[in-house]
């Protein structure tokens, strides 16, 4: 099973490479035939008993909810959402799960943990499960080229000179795929994000000096801003033409895709959506971001496996007992599914556009609920600490310690999603490398969905997570 010890961060972040990916599903097999055998429910709410694993008495789990409730309520009201909704799993059993505000305002309709909502780019960490069963298989190769399984595929040249990508380029975001805007847009997206971070490293510059020169008492404080200050600074009125001209030049393109309508009956129309599109960049040279490429990597599996991918999710779903995950699919009747909101002018609440994600299944059409991610989060967890043949080569790829924290720092693996109307995290935080003596993986997962745009679950999720890690 060589390889497995890079599967949680694979997944879990789609963004590392393929290279020695295997099978996560496989080896999780015995992990979900325990969860079968007790009978876990995906669906625990707030009001029910959650079995709390380890020697916790149940007086400190009801105070580790209560904080965790406000974190969540806290995050609620901050940014508007009109429901949250949110799941914990430790060492692979479900421990809290609950719903706040609503799911349905026009109704007053209660969010809960069993409400189903879009995951948007979640959706990519759960198709490379795919890519890992096939590649476990023997049918799929993450060095081949995508024309080795899509020999019509259109033939790309960056620079006159011809190219071909690796799947494993693609799904490392290193294929020059375009995402939501072609290749002139893109260039300008990019480069308004590079000069935002710069902006944002220059404020953190100005306020460690400000704060090093308090600290220390020197006379010449004044000084050092003027010095400062002249570096970024012009005439009044030079200065207010400047940033009205940055204005126009960083105003977002809007992403008609994102809002599209169409409905796409099979992956090879969604692939007539961008696969004539210019690359952004030469296959392997760049890193840039492409919902795009996960259905790239979707039309790759069909060839791989004769199996329709919608067909692979459904079996897929099955076996890892994943009872409220759907393809996005607005004709189909979904039992407990949420509305979707946006904020107008004036931070006015509003029903969010109508849109169709058949072209995106891959990379951003799937729905879930929190329950069932830290469901498949678990499984992940249990798959990359299970296989000890491979975690002797010590490999994680990815890992982001805690910031500010020591040599010892807790390694936290996670991805974020945006939909119309929704955003959503999963979060994993391992407890080591190794499952537990009762055969289940050690570690917290957390899974928060939002029925709002644009919102950050970044924060909340990780002091979830580590709330329930004490």
């Avoid at 421990?95 to 943990?113: I, K, L, Q, R, S």
């Avoid at 008492?217 to 570096?231: I, L, V």
Wanted: glycine fraction near 8%; hydrophobic fraction near 35%; include cysteine.
């Amino acid at each position: 099973m060589e390889g497995c010890s890079r599967m949680l961060p694979q997944l879990l972040k789609a963004g590392a490479a393929l290279a020695a990916t295997t099978a996560a599903v496989t080896l999780g097999k015995g992990y979900i035939g325990t969860l079968q055998s007790e009978d876990a429910s995906s669906t625990t709410s707030a009001d029910q008993e959650a079995s709390w694993p380890g020697d916790l008495d149940h007086t400190k789990l009801e105070k580790i909810k209560d904080a965790a409730r406000e974190l969540v309520l806290r995050k609620k009201e901050e940014c508007g959402a009109p429901g949250v909704t949110i799941a914990v799993s430790k060492n692979g059993r479900p421990v809290w799960a609950e719903g706040f505000g609503y799911a349905d305002v026009e109704n007053f309709t209660p969010m809960t943990p069993r409400h189903v909502l879009r995951i948007a780019s979640i959706s990519k960490p759960i198709t490379m499960a795919l890519v890992a069963r096939a590649m476990d298989a023997g049918l799929l190769d993450a060095n081949h080229t995508v024309h080795h399984y899509l020999p019509h595929y259109p033939r790309h040249s960056v620079d006159g000179e011809q190219v071909d990508m690796t799947i494993d380029q693609i799904a490392t975001h290193q294929a020059g795929i375009r995402h939501y805007h072609k290749k002139p847009d893109a260039h300008i997206m990019k480069q308004n994000s590079e000069n935002s971070k710069k902006k944002k490293l220059a404020h953190e510059v100005l306020e460690h000096e400000s704060k090093r020169r308090s600290n220390s008492g020197d006379d010449k404080e004044s000084a050092g801003r003027a010095d400062f200050a002249d570096t970024d600074s012009e005439k009044p009125d030079s200065g207010e033409k400047k940033i009205q001209s940055e204005k126009k030049q960083t105003k977002p393109v809007p992403a008609k895709e994102f809002h599209t309508t169409d409905k796409y009956d099979n992956v090879g129309e969604a692939l007539s959506v961008f696969k004539d599109d210019e690359l952004i960049h030469k296959p392997g040279s760049d890193f840039h971001y492409s919902t795009h490429g996960y259905t790239l990597i979707s039309a790759v599996l069909e060839a791989a496996t004769g199996a329709r991918f919608r067909d692979q999710l459904r079996r897929m779903f099955y076996a890892m007992d994943l009872r409220s995950t759907y393809v996005d699919e607005n004709d189909t009747i979904i039992r407990n599914r949420s509305r979707y909101y946006v904020r107008g002018k004036a931070g006015k609440l509003q029903n969010a556009q109508h849109v169709d994600n058949t072209w995106k299944i891959a990379g951003g059409g799937l729905l879930s609920t929190p329950t069932d991610l830290c469901r498949f989060a678990d499984i992940m967890l249990y798959s990359w600490q299970a296989d000890e043949g491979s975690r002797a080569a010590g490999t994680w790829v990815g890992e982001q310690p805690e910031l500010g924290a020591g040599p010892g720092a807790a390694m936290v693996a996670y991805h974020t999603g945006g939909a119309a109307g929704c955003s959503s995290i999963l979060l994993v935080r391992p407890d080591g490398q190794q499952i537990g003596n009762d055969g289940r993986p050690r570690g917290v997962s957390v899974a928060v969905i939002a029925n709002a745009q644009d919102i950050s679950l970044r924060e909340v999720a990780d002091d979830v997570a580590r709330l329930f890690a004490e």
